[in-house]
């Protein structure tokens, strides 16, 4: 077993087994999918990527230079840090996995299998691209995530989630396409397919600029981040959940692998950390509000892969791995609320606390953690990249107290739009009423589990720090930590309630880039229907119904005009009358249409027209 | 479900009662009192950051945390405020059709 696993793709755990999932009778699929994954985190647990791995495969060494793909990422024996990389790649695996497992216990009740498969190769191609050892398998694992994501979308199986789900296809294609230019260009110029660290001093090239892009557009970094909101929430109690984890988290191990130290991500994920607050702040949906805090999170690690130091990329893992953890128990909270009410807007919702008490402690722990309270997940994990800020800003770069501000002030921002708006909004407000059964117990085991992890990290954090990519020297309970973290979230929370009337939700949608291409694409199709139509119709009209029948009725009408004007005169001289005369020239439009002239007349205006070249003959002589 | 039944005990409501709304306004006031106050032994002892690798120069100012929590939050709520202003749109806006069904894996007790 271990032997086994210490050299296999987990990728294909979870990719292999998924085809087996419909063959199985639903008792055991429930328990078979939850297996999977935990076979998948032994499997992580196990590799022992050291060099000698039979997953090279050699299969396109035409293409690559005689290079083979790397399935598996081994250690890189010449670079300062030769566990680094694939201890990052260890990192994003075991939480890839673990949160599967309590992922699938949630969806315990979950009848149908389809969706099922499709998470279950989306999730396997997380970690496949989370293994990758270069481009291709990189790119190919990428892709698959993208079209079986759309698949877990569609699995709510209503038209909105249809709609939704071809936009969420649209933009990740795009980001595809923009990944594999990227590619292309990257092998062309370097020669190698590699994919390890790209240096910002020296490695700046189109190429790695657009495979950068291609990352951001999963990343959800604005103006591109707008299909995260727009599907996450269309999808179903299991499937949001389920999304929620693994797009943005590959996007971020990705930049955390090829793109430490790329200074514009700094500023990057610092727009995207306030982006993220300010349209929570505005959004009804509570699975809305809970997309945009993603973006919100996601800021933090973007920023930390632009800082680049091994503190930062160290925090950034730390956070990720806790922020999975805390956001799938707040997705599990909204979606226990949407699975016994039907109803997901802050609006329609409130007073819960009454008959699912035991949901609102568990989603309270996940608010508790996002925000970063001391004693959980959040406190030992978001604070080193911080502190990383910090620390770059104090030795030398001081432009990082704006970034180091900037996430300060944003940490501030989640307690307010994840950590107490969403428990505020759907257990307390206004009694609406609605009095749902408590969450059934597949449901509640889950998400205890994920609190228990929440604070377990949160008090000792030390098994977590032992497995990221580099040694992390950082106490968080610290006396002036946990002093000054508890000033910023309280006055945080006294001004949530000061403002509480300025933050009553209204039953409206917020526009976001999504507009367009939404509006925007129909305004575009107007506008060509508008304008190009309108030129067809002019043309229509001017040529095909005017110029055309004209000049064909020229073409029949001439020669009898001619005729009519040239004996008009001879009519004349026989003192014939206008009507007469009228009458003599229907008859010779009659006779012209039907090419029907008399032989004689052919024959008479034969001589006139001989006559005629005979005077010009006899002038021109 | 219903609140109707005779046999079960009265309603658990304490968050809705006046006066327990009061407590938690007065709780969440002396907590920021307080975050305010644990802070001078720190000062005073030049202790703040002693375990942190750097001095934090400029940001040693009593209850500089504090006033960052408050104008921050203030900010972005006045932000997102007035930006909703232009961005706030009926939820019909893009013209999405109503939902017809709850998604397939719901409560079964559920009706729309």
């Given at each position: 077993?271990?032997?086994?696993?210490?050299?296999?793709?987990?990728?294909?755990?979870?990719?292999?087994?998924?085809?087996?999932?419909?063959?199985?009778?639903?008792?055991?699929?429930?328990?078979?999918?939850?297996?999977?994954?935990?076979?998948?985190?032994?499997?992580?647990?196990?590799?022992?990527?050291?060099?000698?791995?039979?997953?090279?495969?050699?299969?396109?060494?035409?293409?690559?230079?005689?290079?083979?793909?790397?399935?598996?990422?081994?250690?890189?024996?010449?670079?300062?840090?030769?566990?680094?990389?694939?201890?990052?790649?260890?990192?994003?695996?075991?939480?890839?996995?673990?949160?599967?497992?309590?992922?699938?216990?949630?969806?315990?009740?979950?009848?149908?299998?389809?969706?099922?498969?499709?998470?279950?190769?989306?999730?396997?191609?997380?970690?496949?691209?989370?293994?990758?050892?270069?481009?291709?398998?990189?790119?190919?694992?990428?892709?698959?995530?993208?079209?079986?994501?759309?698949?877990?979308?569609?699995?709510?199986?209503?038209?909105?989630?249809?709609?939704?789900?071809?936009?969420?296809?649209?933009?990740?294609?795009?980001?595809?396409?923009?990944?594999?230019?990227?590619?292309?260009?990257?092998?062309?110029?370097?020669?190698?397919?590699?994919?390890?660290?790209?240096?910002?001093?020296?490695?700046?090239?189109?190429?790695?600029?657009?495979?950068?892009?291609?990352?951001?557009?999963?990343?959800?970094?604005?103006?591109?981040?707008?299909?995260?909101?727009?599907?996450?929430?269309?999808?179903?109690?299991?499937?949001?959940?389920?999304?929620?984890?693994?797009?943005?988290?590959?996007?971020?191990?990705?930049?955390?692998?090829?793109?430490?130290?790329?200074?514009?991500?700094?500023?990057?994920?610092?727009?995207?950390?306030?982006?993220?607050?300010?349209?929570?702040?505005?959004?009804?949906?509570?699975?809305?509000?809970?997309?945009?805090?993603?973006?919100?999170?996601?800021?933090?690690?973007?920023?930390?892969?632009?800082?680049?130091?091994?503190?930062?990329?160290?925090?950034?893992?730390?956070?990720?791995?806790?922020?999975?953890?805390?956001?799938?128990?707040?997705?599990?909270?909204?979606?226990?609320?949407?699975?016994?009410?039907?109803?997901?807007?802050?609006?329609?919702?409130?007073?819960?606390?009454?008959?699912?008490?035991?949901?609102?402690?568990?989603?309270?722990?996940?608010?508790?953690?996002?925000?970063?309270?001391?004693?959980?997940?959040?406190?030992?994990?978001?604070?080193?990249?911080?502190?990383?800020?910090?620390?770059?800003?104090?030795?030398?770069?001081?432009?990082?107290?704006?970034?180091?501000?900037?996430?300060?002030?944003?940490?501030?921002?989640?307690?307010?739009?994840?950590?107490?708006?969403?428990?505020?909004?759907?257990?307390?407000?206004?009694?609406?009423?609605?009095?749902?059964?408590?969450?059934?117990?597949?449901?509640?085991?889950?998400?205890?589990?994920?609190?228990?992890?929440?604070?377990?990290?949160?008090?000792?954090?030390?098994?977590?720090?032992?497995?990221?990519?580099?040694?992390?020297?950082?106490?968080?309970?610290?006396?002036?930590?946990?002093?000054?973290q508890m000033q910023l979230l309280m006055l945080s929370a006294l001004v949530f309630f000061l403002f509480l009337p300025m933050l009553k939700r209204t039953s409206t949608i917020s526009l976001d880039f999504d507009w367009l291409y939404r509006k925007g694409g129909q305004l575009f199709y107007k506008a060509t229907d508008k304008s190009l139509n309108s030129v067809n119709a002019a043309t229509r009209k001017g040529v095909v119904d005017g110029f055309i029948p004209r000049l064909s009725s020229f073409f029949t009408t001439a020669p009898s005009r001619i005729l009519s004007w040239l004996v008009t005169p001879v009519w004349l001289a026989q003192g014939l009358n206008s009507a007469e005369r009228e009458k003599r020239r229907d008859q010779l439009f009659e006779r012209g249409r039907r090419g029907a002239f008399p032989i004689g007349i052919t024959a008479i205006l034969g001589v006139v027209l001989l006559g005629v070249l005979y005077v010009f003959s006899w002038f021109a002589r | 479900m219903e609140n109707g039944d005779d046999k079960s005990p009265r309603e658990f409501d304490w968050f809705d009662r006046p006066k327990s709304r009061k407590l938690l306004w007065r709780l969440l006031i002396a907590a920021c009192i307080i975050s305010f106050l644990v802070e001078i032994p720190a000062l005073i002892s030049h202790d703040r950051h002693a375990t942190a690798p750097i001095d934090f120069g400029k940001f040693n100012i009593p209850g500089f945390y504090a006033v960052?929590?408050?104008?921050?939050?203030?900010?972005?709520?006045?932000?997102?405020?007035?930006?909703?202003?232009?961005?706030?749109?009926?939820?019909?806006?893009?013209?999405?059709?109503?939902?017809?069904?709850?998604?397939?894996?719901?409560?079964?007790?559920?009706?729309?």
């Amino acid at each position: 077993m271990t032997t086994l696993f210490s050299d296999f793709p987990p990728a294909f755990v979870l990719i292999l087994g998924a085809i087996l999932v419909p063959f199985l009778p639903k008792k055991i699929r429930s328990f078979y999918v939850i297996a999977l994954p935990a076979l998948a985190f032994v499997n992580v647990y196990y590799l022992q990527l050291d060099g000698n791995t039979k997953w090279n495969l050699d299969v396109f060494s035409w293409l690559t230079n005689g290079e083979p793909l790397e399935l598996l990422r081994t250690e890189s024996p010449g670079a300062e840090n030769p566990e680094a990389g694939y201890k990052l790649a260890k990192a994003f695996g075991y939480i890839f996995c673990l949160n599967a497992v309590i992922a699938f216990i949630f969806a315990f009740y979950v009848k149908k299998s389809t969706q099922h498969v499709a998470a279950l190769i989306y999730i396997g191609s997380a970690l496949g691209v989370a293994f990758a050892g270069d481009l291709l398998t990189l790119y190919v694992f990428w892709e698959l995530m993208a079209v079986s994501s759309t698949f877990v979308i569609l699995a709510r199986n209503t038209e909105k989630a249809k709609r939704s789900a071809y936009r969420y296809i649209m933009i990740h294609l795009l980001g595809g396409l923009l990944l594999l230019a990227g590619i292309v260009l990257t092998i062309q110029s370097r020669g190698s397919i590699q994919f390890d660290g790209f240096d910002f001093a020296t490695e700046q090239s189109a190429g790695t600029w657009l495979i950068l892009l291609g990352i951001l557009v999963n990343a959800a970094v604005p103006p591109l981040a707008a299909w995260l909101p727009d599907s996450y929430p269309e999808a179903s109690v299991t499937g949001g959940l389920i999304l929620s984890a693994y797009t943005t988290k590959t996007a971020v191990y990705t930049l955390l692998q090829g793109y430490a130290g790329w200074e514009p991500l700094i500023w990057i994920g610092c727009i995207m950390s306030v982006y993220g607050i300010i349209y929570a702040l505005l959004e009804n949906d509570m699975r809305r509000i809970l997309a945009y805090s993603i973006i919100n999170q996601v800021g933090f690690m973007v920023c930390a892969a632009g800082i680049g130091t091994h503190d930062a990329i160290s925090g950034a893992t730390a956070h990720a791995f806790c922020h999975i953890i805390y956001k799938s128990l707040l997705w599990m909270a909204a979606g226990a609320v949407l699975y016994r009410v039907g109803k997901s807007k802050c609006t329609e919702l409130g007073g819960l606390y009454k008959t699912m008490p035991l949901t609102l402690i568990f989603g309270t722990i996940g608010a508790l953690a996002i925000s970063a309270v001391p004693g959980t997940s959040g406190f030992t994990s978001k604070t080193i990249i911080i502190h990383a800020a910090e620390h770059e800003a104090a030795h030398g770069h001081a432009s990082l107290w704006w970034a180091w501000l900037i996430l300060e002030a944003a940490s501030a921002g989640v307690f307010l739009h994840a950590g107490i708006k969403f428990p505020y909004f759907v257990f307390f407000n206004k009694d609406r009423g609605l009095r749902p059964k408590e969450a059934p117990g597949t449901m509640l085991t889950a998400m205890a589990i994920l609190s228990f992890l929440c604070i377990y990290l949160g008090v000792n954090p030390q098994p977590l720090y032992d497995i990221l990519p580099y040694g992390v020297n950082y106490n968080a309970y610290t006396a002036g930590h946990v002093i000054t973290q508890m000033q910023l979230l309280m006055l945080s929370a006294l001004v949530f309630f000061l403002f509480l009337p300025m933050l009553k939700r209204t039953s409206t949608i917020s526009l976001d880039f999504d507009w367009l291409y939404r509006k925007g694409g129909q305004l575009f199709y107007k506008a060509t229907d508008k304008s190009l139509n309108s030129v067809n119709a002019a043309t229509r009209k001017g040529v095909v119904d005017g110029f055309i029948p004209r000049l064909s009725s020229f073409f029949t009408t001439a020669p009898s005009r001619i005729l009519s004007w040239l004996v008009t005169p001879v009519w004349l001289a026989q003192g014939l009358n206008s009507a007469e005369r009228e009458k003599r020239r229907d008859q010779l439009f009659e006779r012209g249409r039907r090419g029907a002239f008399p032989i004689g007349i052919t024959a008479i205006l034969g001589v006139v027209l001989l006559g005629v070249l005979y005077v010009f003959s006899w002038f021109a002589r | 479900m219903e609140n109707g039944d005779d046999k079960s005990p009265r309603e658990f409501d304490w968050f809705d009662r006046p006066k327990s709304r009061k407590l938690l306004w007065r709780l969440l006031i002396a907590a920021c009192i307080i975050s305010f106050l644990v802070e001078i032994p720190a000062l005073i002892s030049h202790d703040r950051h002693a375990t942190a690798p750097i001095d934090f120069g400029k940001f040693n100012i009593p209850g500089f945390y504090a006033v960052l929590g408050f104008v921050a939050c203030t900010l972005m709520i006045l932000a997102a405020k007035g930006l909703g202003i232009f961005l706030k749109r009926k939820e019909d806006y893009y013209g999405e059709p109503e939902e017809e069904t709850l998604p397939e894996d719901i409560d079964d007790d559920v009706v729309l």
